[in-house]
Nanobody, 125 residues
Framework: QEELVESGGGLVQAGGSVRLSCADSRHTFRRVTMGWFRQATGKAREFVAV????????NYADSVKGRFTISKDNAKDTVYLQMNSLKPEDTAIYYC??????????????????WGQGTQLTVSS
């Protein structure tokens, strides 16, 4: 049974917007940090954005800063990624991840304990 379930991907034209969701069904998990990563075909998984569950402080990769916004709904145990001004180079499988601690290395995949199955986003030019 999947615990982190992403949704919202699909096909969108360049310049368009999409909102991804990640619902965590493991409600007892001590969720401290939630992140979004992406992996394009033939490339390594890369950091996109992170949010702290308590306080809401966020960080972004330079490539998405000003275009993407990460947010959360504590009551729904859900984190979102609003993506605007999409570019073809944003095409990738997007994964959400969860950690039970805070780390200064939040941009490293190995800092996260749990992962979703991913959702494909394709941006056409």
């Amino acid at each position: 049974q999947e615990e982190l379930v992403e949704s919202g991907g699909g096909l969108v034209q360049a310049g368009g917007s999409v909102r991804l969701s990640c619902a965590d069904s493991r409600h007892t998990f001590r969720r401290v940090t939630m992140g979004w990563f992406r992996q394009a075909t033939g490339k390594a998984r890369e950091f996109v954005a992170v949010i702290r569950w308590f306080g809401g402080r966020s960080n972004y990769a330079d490539s998405v800063k000003g275009r993407f916004t990460i947010s959360k709904d504590n009551a729904k145990d859900t984190v979102y990624l609003q993506m605007n001004s999409l570019k073809p180079e944003d095409t990738a499988i997007y994964y959400c991840a969860a950690a039970s601690y805070s780390s200064s290395a939040y941009d490293r995949p190995d800092q996260y304990e749990r992962w979703g199955q991913g959702t494909q986003l394709t941006v056409s030019s």
